[in-house]
């Protein structure tokens, strides 16, 4: 704690642009230096295997006059969670919604380089079948007013044209039900309210409803943020089972989340990504000053 | 003296003494409503005791009915009151109804339109033209109907085998159901316009954001939740237009064909040719006859049909947005 | 820090482009907003209706509009503002519409100076006080239903209260029969017809207002009526005046209500032997709206030249208050709001 408050008497932080052409005088000794973050043994398994799936490539996002997000590049890969991290407005949750291309709805956002799923350009898949493979999950809880049931059937619903009958439904409803691990608490009321569900349980519901879809990549915003801590605890075991089936990115104010979840983290600072590494490497030997500094708590 | 009992009893308009102030003008309101309800269906009770259920019957000639009733004061062998409404109730459900249920389409595709798919220039011009129309008075819905859409209708739209075919029954000029029908439904359609995009525009952003990421294009989104989530208010605003068009009077006495006719649908299509009268039109047409008890309690009578109506739709939106609000509320 | 990276990155670099290039990416090959191309038939078609609806009401209001000004120039001439009507066989002899017209603003501003105190004091009382719950409840309903009661029930309850002897003195007199019809029956039912709008629009502006701006002037010691009208009712000025030209618009384009309260005349009738502003008031009248629907060919005037040139009047005053809403809008939009 003492040696906290020195630090932050001592350096504060600095407000310019990060520069990575800058030499920062801190830089080289950064491998050496531990952080003061102190996190809970991780828990999980190192994956099993990781296959590139998505490629964000020198990608930039306006806003009219505003640059959000300036020149990332990183990737993305199934068999692994990865956590964008770093402080309010660093334009973490901007490059997450333009992923599946959310960014088109709100106005003036203008990107520039490429985001690449699979090998194609996602400005080149049409948006609606995007976003089936590449869903997406909201930090507030968002269930349709309609019953549980009708939740998940609405995505099946909506995505084939003809109108689907109830028995085809049901087996796909239950599994992406299962698969949120949500099933045996709500089977028994699945035709409930889904808004009178639990805050927690409203969250899986979401995530049901977005695994219902058959995504290949799961975007997760702050998805906890709104949630009790057990429930938090229910939903990062979910996601860390379901990093094989599909490419996870999750984005968290929640530095001890994301080192209970994630294999690898990025850190990003006023749109700039500063530093991305295995989740353990980057918390406990942060190649960059500033990660150090925002992991151990100086600033954020 | 006065000074001094303030500072120690506070002010003067102490909150309690505002609030039982208006509170008692609150009550008033309330009192003045209540008065309504019992003056109309008092002042109506003779006409509904003379006839008992058959008011709300079939037979005879409505327009004769009234003459006689009316008249009826003044021959001195005793008031009379018989009255058969069923022609001007059918009017009103045929015109009324009709004019609804075309405008709740209309409406909600105007306001998604509105709120979901307008380019910016055709909102800013629309918003306001949907204001206008909500404003203009019925009255010059009415003359505009007169002097343009019925004859319109009379010379271009029936034929004259048509007129000839119904020559001996009543004979069709244009003032007709279609007339009432259109010119309602453009007065109607922009109230329920105003309710629905109010409506619309803040269902929960998460709600439409969350059925977008997952891959369902704008249009299912907004009908599919945006719609759905506003139900309630699009109950609402069905209710108050359903008022709205059963009290219109005016613009339908000038257009609605002001003979209590009632028109067949097993004549096919051209019953939307035949002229009837609904009741709100009934009590201006012949508000002149106020003087006459048994005509004054026939009106009242018809006003306190009207009022039961109204009642009726206000129960039954407020009973179906209570159902809905299940699935809305936590 | 790993030299020549776009970005410090130390465990793996992302590749660039497949194959090999290290081009910065072309601009979007699509066009950046979903379009409706990829949508299926249906949905297509409804889209295209919407646009169709949309044009469809454009185009009525601006044909009413341009038709009445077309009819409106064509027939109105300014002395029919100032002259009365009058009994003539031909429409050049029976004068103009200067009562109807004089009728109208009177009963708008007295309709209004009724409803407007009323309803912006029901509506704080339901904002700020609405104790008992119960009557709060009441009330809400009773306003509700205010709004949905056709407005020919408001006539004729109206002929009933005002042609009761203790009403006598708003109305004319003949050997203790009160005749029940006059400008104040008229204007007070009105009155009652513009309450709802007027009590919804001010609702909402109290409503709007954050329960921390009451706080600060309760926690200097303001009571709540102080509060309520030094610092609630001025904030949401903007939409009491919405509610006023809403309510106005209302009394205004009412015909139902004159043509059954203020008398089936197209002439003041000032009432005998009272001062001046009174026998007026009085005494019955007629109002634009009334005169229109007379002087339609289903009236019993039956002028459509005179008819148009008054609707015409009438639609100018109504473009006129919406016209002021929208001017109050946007001032209101600028001036800006709390931070919720």
Redesign the interface.
Same mark, same amino acid.
């Given at each position: 704690m003492e040696s906290l408050t020195r630090q932050h008497a001592q350096v504060p932080p600095p407000i310019r642009r990060l520069d &990575?052409q800058d &030499?920062?005088p801190a830089?080289e000794a950064a491998p050496e230096r531990s952080t003061n973050f102190v996190a809970a043994k991780r828990s999980i398994a190192a994956p099993q295997f990781s296959i590139r799936r998505m490629?964000?490539?020198?990608v930039s996002i306006h806003y009219d006059a505003k640059e959000a997000v300036k020149?990332?590049?990183? &990737?993305i890969r199934q068999g692994e969670v990865l956590a964008l991290i770093g402080p309010s407005g660093c334009g973490k949750t901007t490059l997450l919604r333009s992923l #599946? %291309?959310?960014t088109?709805?709100t106005a003036a956002a203008k990107?520039?380089? $490429?985001i690449?799923l699979d090998?194609v350009?996602i %400005?080149?898949i049409?948006?609606?079948?995007?976003?089936? %493979?590449v869903?997406?999950v909201?930090q *507030?809880p #968002?269930p349709?007013?309609?019953?549980v049931f009708d939740n998940i059937a !609405?995505?099946l619903r909506? *995505?084939g044209?003809r109108r689907m009958k109830k028995k085809v439904l049901e087996p796909q409803v239950h599994s992406a039900l299962q698969r949120a691990g949500l099933f045996e608490e709500v089977k028994d009321n699945l035709k409930h &309210?889904?808004?009178?569900l639990s805050g927690g349980q409203q969250q899986r519901l979401?995530i049901a409803?977005?695994l219902a879809?058959e995504p290949e990549v799961l975007l997760l915003d702050e998805p906890c943020s709104a949630l009790d801590p057990q429930s938090t605890a229910v939903i990062e075991d979910l996601i860390v089972k379901l990093r094989e089936d599909v490419a996870v990115v999750i984005v968290t104010h929640n530095l001890q989340q994301a080192y209970r979840i994630a294999d690898?983290v990025a850190f990003m600072y006023l749109g700039?990504?500063?530093? !991305? #590494? $295995?989740a353990t490497?980057l918390f406990n030997t942060p190649? *960059?000053d500033r990660t150090r500094e925002y992991v151990s708590g100086a600033f954020g | 003296m006065e000074e001094e009992f303030q500072s120690q009893y506070g002010p003067r308009w102490s909150d309690q003494r505002v609030g039982r102030l208006l509170g008692a003008l609150v009550c008033a309101v309330v009192a003045l409503l209540l008065a309504l309800i019992v003056v109309v269906f008092i002042q109506g009770w003779p006409s509904f005791a003379h006839n008992g259920l058959a008011w709300f019957g079939p037979g005879g000639n409505v327009d004769e009915q009234l003459n006689v009733i009316s008249q009826s004061a003044e021959t001195g062998a005793g008031y009379v009151y018989t009255f058969h409404a069923w022609p001007l109730i059918w009017s009103t459900i045929l015109i009324a109804g009709g004019s609804v249920i075309l405008s709740l389409g209309a409406a909600l595709f105007i306001s998604v339109f509105l709120v979901e798919f307008a380019p910016t220039w055709m909102a800013r011009i629309l918003a306001p033209v949907v204001r206008f129309l909500a404003s203009v008075p019925s009255v010059i819905y009415g003359l505009l109907g007169v002097l343009v859409l019925v004859p319109f209708i009379g010379n271009h739209l029936i034929s004259e085998s048509q007129k000839a075919s119904v020559a001996g029954v009543i004979s069709l000029t244009g003032y007709s159901l279609m007339a009432a029908v259109v010119v309602l439904t453009i007065m109607v359609a922009p109230l329920m316009v105003s309710i629905f995009t109010d409506a619309l525009s803040s269902v929960k952003p998460g709600w439409l954001e969350g059925s977008l990421a997952l891959g369902v294009n704008r249009w299912r989104t907004i009908w599919k939740i945006g719609v759905r989530a506003a139900r309630p208010a699009i109950v609402a605003g069905t209710v108050l237009a359903c008022a709205r068009a059963i009290g219109e009077s005016v613009m339908l006495a000038m257009l609605s064909g002001s003979t209590a006719f009632a028109p067949n649908p097993i004549d096919g299509l051209i019953f939307v040719f035949e002229p009837s009268r609904p009741l709100a039109p009934t009590i201006v047409k012949s508000s002149d006859q106020l003087s006459s008890p048994p005509a004054k309690a026939t009106l009242f009578a018809i006003a306190a049909f009207l009022l039961f109506s109204a009642a009726i739709f206000s129960l039954t939106g407020w009973a179906a947005r209570r159902s809905m609000n299940k699935y809305l509320a936590r | 820090m790993t030299p020549g990276g776009p970005q410090a990155q130390t465990e793996e670099l992302p590749v660039g482009l497949p194959g090999g290039l290290t081009e910065p990416p072309q601009p979007p090959p699509t066009n950046a907003v979903e379009g409706s191309s990829t949508w299926s038939l249906l949905d297509r078609l409804g889209l295209a209706f919407c646009w169709f609806l949309g044009l469809l009401f454009c185009a009525i209001a601006a044909a009413i509009v341009i038709y009445l000004l077309i009819k409106g120039i064509q027939f109105l001439k300014p002395s029919m503002l100032v002259t009365p009507a009058a009994a003539g066989f031909t429409e050049g002899e029976s004068g103009g519409f200067s009562d109807a017209f004089f009728g109208t603003l009177i009963l708008g501003v007295m309709s209004l100076t009724l409803a407007l105190p009323t309803g912006v004091a029901i509506a704080v009382w339901l904002v700020e006080y609405g104790r008992p719950k119960a009557l709060a409840r009441v009330t809400e309903m009773t306003v509700e239903a205010i709004a949905g009661i056709p407005s020919v029930v408001f006539a004729l309850f109206g002929t009933v209260i005002f042609s009761s002897a203790a009403l006598g003195f708003l109305s004319r007199t003949n050997e203790g029969v009160v005749f029940g019809r006059s400008f104040f029956a008229a204007a007070a039912m009105l009155a009652l017809e513009a309450l709802p709008l007027i009590v919804a629009s001010t609702r909402e502006g109290l409503n709007a207002i954050p329960r921390h701006v009451r706080e600060a002037s309760y926690g200097v010691g303001k009571t709540k009526a102080a509060t309520t009208r030094r610092i609630l009712l001025p904030t949401c000025r903007p939409q009491i005046a919405t509610g006023a030209m809403l309510g106005l618009g209302r009394i205004i384009g009412d015909t139902a209500i004159i043509v059954i309260l203020l008398g089936a005349t197209q002439n003041f009738s000032p009432v005998e032997g009272a001062p001046f502003p009174l026998n007026y008031l009085r005494g019955a009248g007629t109002t634009l709206t009334n005169f229109v629907y007379e002087a339609s060919p289903t009236g019993n005037l039956n002028q459509p030249d005179k008819a148009y040139a008054a609707a015409f009047v009438l639609l100018f005053i109504v473009l006129l208050l919406n016209a002021a809403t929208d001017l109050i809008h946007s001032r209101a939009r600028k001036a800006g709001t709390w931070s919720h």
């Open positions: &990575p &030499p920062t830089a490629e964000v490539d020198k020149s990332v590049s990183l &990737p #599946n %291309r959310l088109e709805l990107l520039t380089g $490429s690449r090998d350009d %400005r080149l049409e948006p609606t079948l995007l976003r089936r %493979r869903t997406m909201f *507030q #968002n349709f007013p309609m019953s !609405y995505v909506e *995505q044209s &309210p889904a808004l009178k979401c409803r977005a879809a690898h700039d990504l500063v530093e !991305y #590494n $295995s490497r190649a *960059q | - | -």
